[in-house]
């Protein structure tokens, strides 16, 4: 489907969400705008301390805004009472965590490890166990059913953590660094798991990575930074006579205020500092240091 036909599913718009701990306030998030599509497979990338854990706990429900507006399936995260909050939790949405130890219980096989979830939920045992098996069919570990955690490689343990995060059947799976601590091949395989189920599924999914390689995994790639998006690659197949291949557009983001951001390198590269000049071109605007001087066309 045409990646703009579809409904947005998630939406975020001038988000923000201040730490504070004891006198000290952390602005995590300043601002954020996001909208997601129900059905993508997007990833999130930027530098550490960027507000990427931050967002992410936000939409899973484990942490709540500060300000602003932040809806998911039409729910509005920032009002929510206590209960339907734990609903949501139960049921909206699934999380992976980096710590493969933080997603498993070390002493629960992997059948029972994604029955958990279901039990909670007052699912019956016999049906919590057909659909635990089929999860893990899904995530191809129908041979480890009665491993325990230990007993797996660190790319099954991870697989193993998708499942029981997909066990309620959530329409939204959220990964903040699912491959951290993995080696590239494991890494790899994780990665292609979430294309398939985005794929067979239409889960939408939403993975905070720093695999220099993903952009050509996912549909789009939204960088944060100093706690708002600054900017986001699109994957395209370009079709050349009976040839096709796929280019990435890269493009700077505009919020409703029209601020963007301008990568840190281009404005050392001109020496811009606190203030530029921004003239009309020929269908595009020029951005230039104060220093130089020229008369608008
Ligand atoms: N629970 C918290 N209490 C206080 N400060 C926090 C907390 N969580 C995150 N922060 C701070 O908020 C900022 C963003 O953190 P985080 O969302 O974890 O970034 P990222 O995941 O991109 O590394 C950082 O400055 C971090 O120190
Ligand atoms: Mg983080």
């Known amino acids: 489907m045409d990646r703009d036909s579809r409904e947005v599913y998630i939406r975020c718009e001038d988000l923000?969400?201040?730490?504070?701990?004891?006198?000290?306030?952390?602005?995590?998030?300043?601002?954020?705008?996001?909208?997601?599509?129900?059905?993508?497979?997007?990833?999130?990338?930027?530098?550490?301390?960027?507000?990427?854990?931050?967002?992410?706990?936000?939409?899973?429900?484990?942490?709540?805004?500060?300000?602003?507006?932040?809806?998911?399936?039409?729910?509005?995260?920032?009002?929510?009472?206590?209960?339907?909050?734990?609903?949501?939790?139960?049921?909206?949405?699934?999380?992976?965590?980096?710590?493969?130890?933080?997603?498993?219980?070390?002493y629960l096989d992997a059948v029972q490890n994604v029955e958990v979830p279901m039990i909670l939920a007052g699912v019956g045992k016999a049906e919590a166990r057909e659909r635990a098996t089929a999860l893990l069919e899904a995530v191809h570990l129908q041979h480890r059913l009665h491993h325990r955690p230990q007993q797996l490689s660190g790319g099954e343990q991870q697989r193993v953590s998708i499942a029981v995060a997909l066990a309620n059947n959530p329409p939204l799976l959220l990964a903040d660094e699912p491959t951290g601590e993995l080696d590239s091949v494991a890494a790899s395989s994780v990665f292609d798991l979430f294309a398939e189920l985005n794929h067979d599924f239409g889960i939408t999914?939403?993975?905070?990575?720093?695999?220099?390689?993903?952009?050509?995994?996912?549909?789009?790639?939204?960088?944060?930074?100093?706690?708002?998006?600054?900017?986001?690659?699109?994957?395209?197949?370009?079709?050349?006579?009976?040839?096709?291949?796929?280019?990435?557009?890269?493009?700077?983001?505009?919020?409703?205020?029209?601020?963007?951001?301008?990568?840190?390198?281009?404005?050392?590269?001109?020496?811009?500092?606190?203030?530029?000049?921004?003239?009309?071109?020929?269908?595009?605007?020029?951005?230039?240091p104060e220093s130089v001087t020229r008369e608008p066309r």
């Open 205 to 288: 999914i939403i993975v905070v990575t720093h695999d220099p390689d993903i952009a050509a995994r996912v549909d789009r790639v939204v960088a944060i930074r100093d706690g708002r998006t600054s900017s986001e690659i699109f994957r395209r197949i370009r079709h050349e006579g009976n040839q096709a291949e796929v280019v990435h557009d890269e493009y700077v983001l505009v919020d409703a205020a029209g601020r963007l951001q301008i990568p840190h390198e281009l404005l050392e590269r001109l020496s811009i500092r606190d203030r530029a000049k921004v003239l009309m071109g020929e269908g595009h605007l020029e951005i230039l």
């Open 16 to 106: 923000f969400k201040i730490h504070k701990i004891a006198d000290l306030e952390v602005v995590a998030l300043r601002g954020l705008d996001l909208k997601v599509r129900r059905g993508e497979f997007m990833a999130i990338v930027g530098a550490s301390g960027s507000g990427k854990s931050t967002l992410l706990n936000i939409l899973a429900g484990l942490d709540v805004p500060s300000a602003g507006r932040a809806f998911v399936g039409g729910q509005d995260l920032l009002t929510m009472s206590r209960q339907d909050m734990v609903e949501y939790r139960r049921s909206r949405v699934g999380f992976v965590w980096q710590q493969t130890g933080r997603n498993l219980v070390p």
